[in-house]
């Protein structure tokens, strides 16, 4: 017998208790007793009829980089992080709103190369925005954007270069990154040469 079945069998002992005492019993107080029984007993039968659900951690989502064929694919992916993983329209909006706390991105694929973006999204403190379409002081945006190449957030170099995809595209603008260039894994040896290099100069 499962614990639920059990709770209800106990709820209906309650309940069969209170009406006993309301019709056997003739003290006021005991009636009342057996009265606030009944009414307990049935909220519990209530609510233990109505059907229980697992309460489950949020399930991890996670993006298939590797099936991308073209840089539509690689836009479409971008869709989904900006809306979900990567947490984006918490803040921004795409499209004027007063309510927006940081800066309006519709367009801005147009406006900003691939390599500023991707240098705004990992290093966001570099770049300080203000508004200044409107007269007087230059707005100042209340939150901070965060590194989403770190934890909480933890985007990966091709998770980010979707989104950035798909803010060209949805700015009307050709796709420029390229699929290939994003799929290439760096490779531990690349690093180490290209700061031996950099260590000569």
Avoid: W
């Avoid at 609510?47 to 539509?72: H, N, R, Y």
């Avoid at 980010?160 to 490779?187: N, R, T, W």
């Amino acid at each position: 017998m499962s614990e639920v079945a059990l709770l209800q069998i106990i709820g209906l002992c309650v309940v069969g208790v209170g009406i006993l005492i309301l019709l056997f019993i003739k003290s006021m107080f005991v009636r009342v007793v057996g009265f606030v029984v009944i009414v307990l007993g049935s909220f519990s039968l209530i609510a233990l009829g109505v059907p229980q659900m697992a309460s489950l951690p949020p399930a991890i989502e996670t993006f298939d980089i590797a099936s991308v064929k073209t840089p539509d694919d690689l836009a479409s992916i971008g869709q989904k992080i900006f809306f979900s993983k990567g947490q984006c329209a918490l803040c921004h909006s795409i499209g004027p709103s007063e309510s927006a706390r940081c800066p309006d991105l519709a367009g801005i694929g147009a406006k900003l190369a691939p390599e500023f973006l991707y240098e705004s999204l990992t290093s966001p403190q570099s770049y300080i925005y203000l508004d200044f379409r409107h007269e007087g002081v230059p707005k100042e945006y209340p939150a901070r954007m965060p590194y989403i190449n770190k934890n909480p957030i933890a985007l990966s170099k091709q998770e980010i270069y979707s989104v950035i995809a798909f803010l060209q595209k949805m700015s009307g603008e050709p796709i420029s990154i390229k699929v290939e260039d994003i799929l290439e894994p760096e490779s531990e040896e690349t690093e180490v040469a290209s700061v031996s290099v950099h260590g000569h100069e």
